[in-house]
C-alpha cells in the first residue's frame, strides 16, 4: 500500500533523522551519503521547529523517499519551496510500478506542485521553488517545467 505520511512540528519526534536513516539507504560514495545524513538529520530539525513540513513516501516496508517543504517567497510573491529532495539509494532513477511507472522523484515533484495548487487557493502562491543541487538536477528539472530565476541558481515552477 501507498503511503505518503506528513510530519510537522506536531507530531515529528525528535528522533524522526533517527527513523528515515534507519529505513533508508544512502549513496554509495562516502562523501555524498555524508551530504545526504546531514541534509536529512538538517531538514528533521526544521521540521521539529515548525519551519518545514517532510512528506515521507513509503510502500510497505520500504521508503522510497520523501519531499521537504516550506514557505519563502520570490519579491513580494508567496511561494511554495522545496526544501530537500530525497529517494532512497535503491529506488533512484527507477520508474516504480506502484507510482504508474514514475520515478520517486517525479512523483514527489508532482506532488509538490498540486499541494502548491491547492494552496494557492487559499493563500495567492505564485511559484513552486527549489535550488538545485547540480547541473545535472537543474536539467532534470527544467525537463519538468522549471525555469531560472534571473542571476540566481534557483529555479522556479509557475502556478
Known amino acids: 500500500m501507498l503511503e505518503l505520511k506528513k510530519y510537522t512540528s ?13 529505513h533508508v539507504e544512502l549513496s554509495d560514495h562516502l562523501e555524498q551519503s555524508q551530504r545526504e545524513r546531514g541534509f536529512i538529520e ?3 530539525k526544521r521540521v521539529q521547529k515548525s519551519s518545514t513540513v517532510l512528506y515521507l513516501l513509503k ?17 513580494d510573491f508567496p ?3 522545496i526544501d530537500y529532495l530525497f529517494v532512497n539509494h535503491a529506488f533512484r532513477g527507477k520508474p516504480l510500478k506502484i507510482l504508474d511507472n514514475l520515478k520517486a522523484s517525479t512523483y514527489l515533484i508532482e506532488f509538490a506542485i498540486e499541494l502548491a495548487k491547492e494552496i494557492q487557493e487559499l493563500a495567492g502562491l505564485r ?9 545535472k538536477l537543474q536539467d532534470v528539472y527544467k525537463n519538468m517545467g522549471f ?13
Open 127 to 135: 511559484y513552486l521553488v527549489l535550488l538545485p543541487d547540480n547541473h
Open 59 to 75: 510502500h510497505a516496508d520500504d521508503t522510497l523517499g520523501f519531499i521537504a517543504l516550506s514557505v519563502s517567497s520570490i519579491g
Open 10 to 22: 506536531k507530531n515529528a519526534s525528535y528522533r524522526l533523522s533517527v527513523d528515515i536513516l534507519s
Open 42 to 44: 538538517d531538514v528533521c
Open 147 to 159: 525555469l531560472h530565476l534571473p542571476k540566481q541558481e534557483w529555479l522556479y515552477f509557475k502556478l
Open 79 to 81: 511561494s511554495l519551496q
